[in-house]
């Protein structure tokens, strides 16, 4: 096939990309701003555009199929030449659909904690030498790309994100994958900008479990009181469904001298995970990855080494003086598990978390009151978010002292310029510490160990 790609730079959509040129298929692309791993990646495989840009002249007849990224707008030029030639146009999550029609799916789903889960479940499936397609937000070791597509894999796994599909699907992505097994991890409104009303984001899920192939596993949180709501009432109400609901709760886990071990009766294995958020996720990493053939001891077994994936909880130093982590929490309830977690796992140390708002929500005054509380577990805590950013963004303008108020930390500082943040991180005591820094930016550039005077080990 020849497949074209509008905004290719896209996490998703390079490593789709990538991985449908490994399967023969001709792939082309464009894009008016690409940014790094993706221009590194898309140049070596000799899919970078020589130009940046949207060149409607590069959408032909011959075109098998167009697939749009979100990034496009609904007026991009080659996207209204393709629908002028008639040209299929797809989602990604539709054409991954498209490539594993004839698979078993197991979908992962939730407000948090997808990605790791999924990560996990990949893992164990490579250690019990399980072949299985993917698709996840986030690198993981042992993992060449964020997407695979094979003709000889049995079984996908996807991370199922209830974000938008494209500009001209408005459907949760996760709609898409129709799922022999799916989890949901939790539910806490997110993308306010998308989902205006708590029960507009809700009923993603509802509809959901309603995707379900006939006869599907349905794996679900039963510690989260708004998942229980929604599995419990769509299923009393489709009993058409045959899903076979199997809940789950946090596994068993103790710290002992700063390690983690997971309880399993009179069995302990040691993780490198930590916090109960994690412990949640990786209870239903074990139920789906049994529904993918890993046995009990296997999936024990490959935790040993799991490192979890990129950016969520990824330790950036450690000697045994001073820690630093780096996390993608950014909505409320992620913010509230990860510090939670640091400050769990280091009970004697002091905690220095910082957070980045950057998304629409969180950024949004409307949205700011879910973040009440999440920090608590902080020693100090710093809240930064760009005046620049909001005004690139349209965001009305937030008053720092009202922001501090609703997070509700004693010692909780709000900087909205990242030299002032800076300055305040280097005056702080490194010793005996453990630095968070929470974000799905970029903290304007900011590299934290070199402003703590650490070198990357």
């Known amino acids: 096939m020849r497949i074209h790609f509008i905004a290719i730079g896209g996490a998703a959509m390079h490593n789709l990309a990538l991985t449908l040129q490994k399967k023969g298929h001709t792939v082309t692309g464009s894009d008016d701003v690409i940014y790094e791993p993706s221009r590194t990646r898309l140049a070596q495989a000799g899919l970078l555009p020589a130009q940046e840009g949207w060149f409607p002249?590069?959408?032909?007849?011959?075109?098998?199929?167009?697939?749009?990224?979100?990034?496009?707008?609904?007026?991009?030029?080659?996207?209204?030449?393709?629908?002028?030639?008639?040209?299929?146009?797809?989602?990604?999550?539709?054409?991954?659909?498209?490539?594993?029609?004839g698979k078993k799916r197991i979908v992962v789903a939730g407000s948090h904690g997808k990605t790791t889960t999924t990560a996990m479940i990949l893992h164990a499936m490579q250690y019990a030498g399980l072949r299985t397609d993917y698709l996840v937000g986030a690198s993981i070791d042992g993992f060449d790309r964020m997407v695979e597509l094979t003709d000889q894999a049995p079984t996908i796994v996807i991370e199922g994100d209830e974000y938008l599909s494209s500009p001209l699907d408005q459907r949760s992505k996760f709609?898409?994958?129709?799922?022999?097994?799916?989890?949901?991890?939790?539910?806490?409104?997110?993308?306010?900008?998308?989902?205006?009303?708590?029960?507009?984001?809700?009923?993603?899920?509802?509809?959901?479990?309603?995707?379900?192939?006939?006869?599907?596993?349905?794996?679900?949180?039963?510690?989260?009181?708004?998942?229980?709501?929604?599995?419990?009432?769509?299923?009393?109400?489709?009993?058409?469904?045959?899903?076979?609901?199997?809940?789950?709760?946090t596994h068993p886990y103790e710290i002992r001298q700063g390690k983690v071990w997971l309880v399993d009766g009179s069995?302990?294995?040691?993780?490198?995970?930590?916090?109960?958020?994690?412990?949640?996720?990786?209870?239903?990493?074990?139920?789906?990855?049994?529904?993918?053939?890993?046995?009990?001891?296997?999936?024990?077994?490959?935790?040993?080494?799991?490192?979890?994936?990129?950016?969520?909880?990824?330790?950036?130093?450690?000697?045994?003086?001073?820690?630093v982590f780096k996390d993608f929490a950014h909505a409320p309830s992620k913010v509230r598990a990860t510090v939670a977690a640091v400050k769990e796992l280091y009970p004697d140390r002091r905690v220095v978390a910082c957070l980045e708002l950057h998304t629409y929500s969180s950024l949004n005054r409307d949205f700011l009151p879910q973040y009440r509380g999440t920090m608590a577990g902080a020693d100090r805590a710093f809240v930064f978010y760009s005046h620049h950013a909001m005004e690139i963004k349209r965001m009305p303008p937030l008053d720092p002292a009202w922001v501090a108020g609703e997070f509700a930390h004693p010692a909780l500082e709000v900087k909205t310029d990242i030299e002032s943040l800076r300055?305040?991180?280097?005056?702080?005591?490194?010793?005996?510490?453990?630095?968070?820094?929470?974000?799905?930016?970029?903290?304007?550039?900011?590299?934290?160990?070199?402003?703590?005077?650490?070198?990357?080990?």
């Open 267 to 323: 069995q302990r294995y040691p993780v490198t995970l930590f916090g109960r958020h994690n412990m949640s996720n990786l209870s239903a990493a074990l139920l789906a990855a049994r529904q993918a053939g890993v046995s009990s001891a296997d999936f024990y077994a490959s935790m040993a080494d799991f490192r979890g994936a990129k950016n969520r909880l990824e330790c950036l130093y450690d000697d045994s003086r001073t820690v």
């Open 175 to 249: 709609l898409h994958y129709r799922p022999h097994v799916a989890v949901i991890t939790g539910i806490a409104w997110d993308h306010m900008n998308v989902f205006p009303t708590y029960d507009q984001y809700t009923d993603c899920f509802v509809q959901l479990i309603l995707s379900l192939e006939p006869g599907a596993v349905l794996i679900y949180n039963r510690e989260d009181p708004e998942v229980v709501r929604v599995v419990e009432q769509t299923l009393a109400r489709h009993p058409e469904l045959r899903v076979q609901p199997i809940p789950y709760a």
């Open 57 to 101: 002249e590069k959408i032909t007849p011959e075109i098998d199929a167009v697939i749009l990224g979100m990034h496009a707008r609904i007026d991009n030029p080659e996207l209204m030449r393709a629908r002028e030639l008639g040209l299929p146009v797809y989602s990604y999550p539709e054409f991954v659909f498209h490539e594993s029609e």
């Open 423 to 457: 300055e305040a991180v280097r005056a702080l005591p490194v010793e005996d510490t453990v630095f968070l820094f929470m974000s799905s930016g970029s903290w304007d550039g900011t590299d934290w160990l070199a402003e703590l005077g650490l070198e990357k080990k």
